[in-house]
Structures are given as structure tokens and as C-alpha cells.
């Protein structure tokens, strides 16, 4: 699996869009990027994935380069809940999520 | 509602003995589940893919004989940590992927805190 890199932390106001980065430099064609998430001592919630569009659900946006090198994860209105470590991880199997440090989202009032 | 459920969620062993995990798939079968290992302030760490009808597959540095993993039927999976040491204390996770697509999600259990004393 390409190794990801993302920031250690970072803070967004409640209410803000919060938009997370993750470069993925050595992505490989049949890798696709997942973002999980995993609130304080509980299991990892799956947010979104994608292979080359742009996707959409009720939690979040990924926007993914037109590269495949970089990928952004959109928050459009944080909460208090979303406080959470964000995971990005490339794999081309559901079976193999190497997953590495995440980035520490904190959702301040 | 959850679709994989771990049992217990807290355990408290004294050094030596044996526990087991089980990690039950709710909604669907399951011939693929997958073991995670969490120590505090760090990230997940795949441990081992569980396989029903055959031998789990470990990754490298995980030590088999201490960590038994069975794939009883299509909806359970369990993993013992053999003679416990305070080492493995733990945050131990499992996973099941999802039953439409293999490039689909994963669903993770709500996690096994270990801890031995």
C-alpha cells in the first residue's frame, strides 16, 4: 500500500468547514483512498472512499487530485462529535488498511 | 444499529493466563475478518487476517502461537492471547469487511481493552 502523510493536528471552529489534507505521492492505480475516523477508545467509523472522482455522502467530501497524488477530506459543518483522529489510507484490498498516525482534529465551541 | 460486535469490551487478567476475544458479525457472513492492535497513543496495527475453514494469516512479527485466532462459522471469530504478559496489555480491535465489494468499506468492532496485571 502507498504510504500516506498527513498533518499531526489540527483545530476547527464549530460550525466551519473542516478540510483535511493527505498526500499520497506513490499512489498506485488500483489503490483507492479511504478516510476512517476513531473517536477516543472505540472502534474506527469508516467515512468515504474513492478511486479518481470526487465523492460525496451524508458525513463528508473527498476531493481527490486529478494526479491521484493528494486527496481532501471536507468536513462542511463540524460539530463537537467530529473530534476525532482522521485516518487517510491508500490499499487496492479492504483486507490490508495499513493505517498510519491520522491527523487530530479538535473541534473547539 | 452496530454491525460488528466484540465481547468482552474490558478484561482484567493476571499475568500468565489466557484470554479470548470474540468479534461477531451482526448483519452478514463473514469469510474474512481481520484483528487489530492498538497501545496507547499509537495507531492500529493490522495483527492478522482470520479465515473461516482455514489457518488465520499473520503479519510479520506477530507471534502465532500467542495470538490463536479462530474462524468457528461465518459469523464469529475469536483471538486468545496465550499466557498474557503485561506487554500485550492492549486495545485489540476487529474488523469485517463489507459483504458487497472487496474494495468496499470495513466495519471495526467497538474494541477489546486488555489489560494485564
Known amino acids: 500500500d502507498a504510504k500516506t502523510t498527513q498533518p499531526t493536528s489540527m483545530d476547527c471552529a464549530e460550525g466551519r468547514a473542516a478540510n483535511l489534507p493527505c498526500n499520497h505521492s506513490t499512489i498506485s492505480g488500483n489503490e483507492y483512498v479511504y478516510w476512517y475516523r476513531q473517536i477516543h477508545s472505540q472502534g474506527p467509523q469508516y467515512i468515504i472512499h474513492?478511486?479518481?472522482n470526487n465523492e460525496t455522502n451524508e458525513m463528508a467530501s473527498l476531493i481527490i487530485t486529478e494526479d491521484r497524488k493528494s486527496s481532501t477530506l471536507i468536513l462542511p459543518h463540524a460539530t463537537l462529535r467530529d473530534t476525532a483522529v482522521y485516518y487517510c489510507?491508500?490499499?487496492?484490498?479492504?483486507?490490508?488498511?495499513?493505517f498510519g498516525a491520522g491527523t487530530q482534529v479538535v473541534v473547539t465551541p | 444499529g452496530a454491525v460488528v460486535s466484540q465481547h468482552p469490551s474490558r478484561v482484567i487478567c493476571k499475568s500468565g493466563t489466557s484470554v479470548k476475544i470474540e468479534c461477531r458479525s451482526l448483519d452478514f457472513q463473514a469469510t474474512t475478518m481481520f484483528w487489530y492492535r492498538q497501545f496507547p497513543k499509537q495507531s492500529l496495527m493490522l495483527m492478522a487476517t482470520?479465515?473461516?475453514?482455514?489457518?488465520?494469516?499473520?503479519e510479520q512479527g506477530v507471534e502465532k502461537d500467542k495470538f490463536l485466532i479462530n474462524h468457528a462459522s461465518l459469523t464469529l471469530s475469536t483471538l486468545t492471547v496465550t499466557s498474557a504478559h503485561p506487554e500485550d496489555s492492549s486495545f485489540y480491535i476487529c474488523s469485517v469487511p463489507s459483504a458487497h465489494s472487496s474494495t468496499d468499506t470495513q466495519y471495526f468492532g467497538p474494541g477489546t481493552r486488555l489489560t494485564v496485571l
Open positions: 489510507i491508500a490499499s487496492d484490498s479492504w483486507g490490508k488498511l495499513q
Open positions: 482470520s479465515n473461516e475453514g482455514s489457518k488465520a494469516t499473520y
Open positions: 474513492g478511486l479518481k
